[in-house]
């Protein structure tokens, strides 16, 4: 296997974590933008019924498990989309019973007097009353589950400083070359190799 920094061969080339890139998965991203990330959340448990959990689904690099983590992001997608602020969803573990996923909804800010407990309840009432395959066998297009938890969590912009927020979204073998970097409303993590920023360097020739 020739892939680097936790990259999967497919047959036909690598597969790259997130914030990995290059043929061989051998560099870090040049920008990772994780504004999405430190706004608020909430902290969400489904049991996907009609998907049973296999041992590569506990490797974050295999096929098996972005094939699954893409598949469950767009259900979510199409059933939170019409939920006030929904950014997108965050798959943090996938356990056995059949596909137990531990998940994070990203939101924006409210800008009225809606709380975070009640988007919460929001979220819950969506994912529960959303409609479902007819067929639930394992075979069958389309995920069947249950969601039977949710739960607010703050900004995590609070918990840690701006340069360990970026150490802990960077990937492992870079982390040191990663610092903060803000614009008017963005949060980005940024090496001296990326363009168009102050003190940018030309990183071409290696």
């Known amino acids: 296997d020739p892939c680097q920094n936790g990259g999967h061969w497919t047959g036909m080339g690598c597969l790259c974590p997130p ?16 504004t999405a990330e430190l706004g608020p959340s909430v902290m969400m448990l489904t ?16 096929t098996a498990y972005r094939s699954f983590v893409d598949e469950f992001g767009r259900t979510m997608d199409r059933i939170y989309h019409n939920i006030s602020g929904y950014r997108g ?21 409210s800008a009225g007097d809606t709380s975070l407990d009640h988007r919460a309840w929001e979220l819950l009432e969506a994912a529960n009353t959303a409609a479902q ?6 075979s069958a297009e389309g995920l069947c589950f249950s969601t039977f938890s949710s739960r607010a969590a703050r900004a995590e912009v609070l918990a840690l400083n701006a340069t360990e927020l970026c150490r802990k979204y960077a990937p492992a073998n870079f982390r040191q070359y990663y610092y903060p970097y803000h614009t008017h409303n963005s949060f980005l993590c940024i090496t001296n190799c990326t363009l168009n920023v102050p003190g940018s360097i030309n990183c071409n020739n290696g």
């Open 133 to 138: 395959p007819q067929n639930c066998s394992h």
């Open 89 to 109: 969803t965050r798959v943090l573990t996938l356990t056995r019973g059949s596909v137990v996923v531990n998940y994070k909804v990203l939101l924006h800010p």
């Open 47 to 62: 049991r996907v019924t009609n998907r049973n959990f296999s041992e590569d689904m506990g490797d974050t690099s295999s």
């Open 19 to 34: 914030n990995v890139d290059g043929a061989l998965c051998q560099f870090g991203a040049s920008t990772i933008n994780i």
